[in-house]
């Protein structure tokens, strides 16, 4: 028999941003904090897999400045 969980001690935040569907992308991609171009060797990023997207990726952001690590 699976455990109950009392429904007010797991909330989940999905964050999903506020006001209409159609201007949430919108207003996520305008509410998102820049990364300062000097900031970026700061942050490592992490691409599994090396296929066509990890190494498209791992490639994009390696030229735009972080730091890759590609597995
Ligand atoms: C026989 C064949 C022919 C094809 N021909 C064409 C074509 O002519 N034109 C075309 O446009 N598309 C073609 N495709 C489709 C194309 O290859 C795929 O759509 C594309 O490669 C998918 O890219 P992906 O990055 O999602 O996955 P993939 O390129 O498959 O990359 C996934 C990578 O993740 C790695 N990986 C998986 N699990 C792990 C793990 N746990 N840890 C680390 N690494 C992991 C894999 O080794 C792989 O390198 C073909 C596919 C096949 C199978």
Known sequence: MAATVPSD???LNSAVPSG???EKWDKHRFDLKL???ANKRK???LVVGTGLAG???AASLAEL???VKVF
């Open 9 to 11: 001690t797991l909330k």
């Open 65 to 67: 400045g972080y730091n």
């Open 43 to 45: 942050y490592d990023v």
């Open 35 to 37: 990364v300062n171009p």
């Open 20 to 22: 209409p569907i159609q």
């Open 55 to 57: 190494a498209s990726a």
